[in-house]
């Protein structure tokens, strides 16, 4: 897993009327990781796309609740990263779309080890394109440093062994076409080079992306149009997406943790599609063939840590064993007509939530075109489709139960930050 920072150079936030409190974090999911000397999609129909050289740290070993001063002890050295990115009109809520075309996360191509990088506050990064130089920063205008990073990350989300954390792009974004030659470089990383190509030459490389090692879980903000009024959104034109860390995922009679003093924690009961073959640019009339069946899930949030930059920050939903999967995958034939389905949240027995699947306002082959349109799907990768109306605070103790018709009960207890330590 690849976690980027956005808004980390100084001269970004200066402008900004509400800078962020926290660091402005996003997922690089498996589709986008791509190697040195690979393609790089330029997407029919863009006029152009925009590298983001970055510093990736490279994480040596679990990382959980780290303290900041003992940070470096658990990287394992540095790397360079490309966060390739669709040109964003504003920090508010941008679609993942525009960082999550397939190829758009070049890394590497080594990991140089910690003892032999002087001051990784000190590395100036260099980006070229055709060989020239059009953009350029240094690391020690990072305003959230490495070992604040890994320390924010890590009070809610546990680090695994190669795990990285591009740590910002400079200002100064340039644009690319297809045809172009784009290489990041820092005197103490080497370079890493991509070639941007069209997505006709993209397909006919037959580039294979790397293996991911775990799915891809996608889940919808505001695709029920009740959900939204009752958050005082307008239901979006666009789908609503984030990306969730794969270590948020908990299964069936587990428990989840409600952080200490924080004033609102909410279930979110929400149908989730399962992909059964790989899929990439499906129309929507074929787009069901590509399922393999669904389950549930419970999409918890901690509202208190919702800010507006990029949807949402990861500390609200991204969280360790923060969402309920399960409690098993129903094969879509045993699904009649998954756009007809109740759903219902209970808390200690009392329904609380009750919607239905036919109030999307997004589908099911909606937004699996508009998800491959430019993330390539594969089996076992997940879409969380979204909430009905009917959210309410709980609290250590609650038993949340969510029920869809003819998938089961996802059954979950919410536990105190003292209880969730102890179990660890
Ligand atoms: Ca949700």
């Not at 000397?37 to 780290?66: C, E, K, T, Y």
């Not at 792009?169 to 005197?187: K, S």
């Amino acid at each position: 897993m690849v976690i980027g920072v956005a808004l980390n150079f100084a001269s970004e936030i200066s402008g900004l009327a509400e800078p962020p409190k926290t660091p402005v974090l996003y997922i690089k999911p498996a589709n986008t990781l791509t190697s040195h000397l690979s393609p790089v999609l330029h997407p029919d129909g863009i006029p152009a796309i925009q590298p983001g050289p970055s510093l990736a740290v490279v994480m040596a070993r679990r990382a959980r609740r780290v303290d900041r001063r003992e940070a470096f002890d658990f990287v394992k050295g540095y790397t360079l990263f490309n966060d390739f990115s669709l040109k964003e009109t504003s920090h508010f809520r941008p679609p993942v779309r525009t960082k999550c075309f397939d190829s758009f996360g070049p890394l590497g191509p080594a990991v140089i080890s910690r003892d032999r990088v002087a001051d990784p506050h000190d590395v100036t990064l260099r980006c070229r394109v055709n060989g020239e130089l059009r953009q350029q920063g240094t690391t020690r205008d990072l305003v959230w440093k490495i070992p604040e990073l890994i320390e924010h990350i890590t009070t809610f989300l546990t680090l695994e062994e190669d795990d990285a954390i591009a740590v910002g792009v400079p200002p100064g974004r340039v644009d690319v076409v297809a045809g172009d030659r784009v290489t990041v470089e820092a005197d103490e990383l080497g370079s890493l080079t991509s070639q941007v190509v069209t997505e006709l030459e993209f397909r006919e490389s037959g580039t294979p992306l790397s293996a991911p090692k775990q799915p891809t879980f996608l889940a919808l903000g505001l695709n029920y149009a009740d959900h939204a009024s009752e958050l005082r959104f307008r239901a979006p034109e666009e789908p609503l997406l984030f990306l969730k860390a794969p270590g948020s995922l908990t299964g069936h009679d587990q428990v989840s943790c409600r952080p200490d003093g924080v004033e609102m924690m909410h279930y979110e009961g929400e149908l989730v599609v399962v992909i059964g073959e790989t899929a990439s640019k499906v129309k929507r009339a074929e787009a069901m063939d590509y399922v393999h069946g669904y389950t549930i899930a419970n999409d918890y949030a901690v509202r208190d840590y919702l800010e507006n930059y990029y949807r949402p920050n990861l500390r609200v939903k991204s969280r360790d064993g923060l969402t309920p999967l399960g409690p098993r995958i129903v094969e879509k034939a045993l699904v009649a007509n998954p756009q007809a389905l109740e759903i219902r949240t209970s808390v200690n027995g009392e329904i609380r939530q009750r919607g239905n699947t036919r109030d999307m306002v997004f589908d099911i082959p909606f937004l699996l075109e508009y998800v491959t349109s430019f993330m390539t799907l594969r089996p076992f990768d997940m879409i969380s489709t979204g909430t009905p109306k009917g959210l309410s605070n709980v609290v250590p103790g609650d038993e949340v139960v969510v029920e869809i018709d003819g998938l089961g009960r996802l059954s979950n207890r919410i536990v105190s930050e003292t209880e969730w330590r102890s179990l660890e």
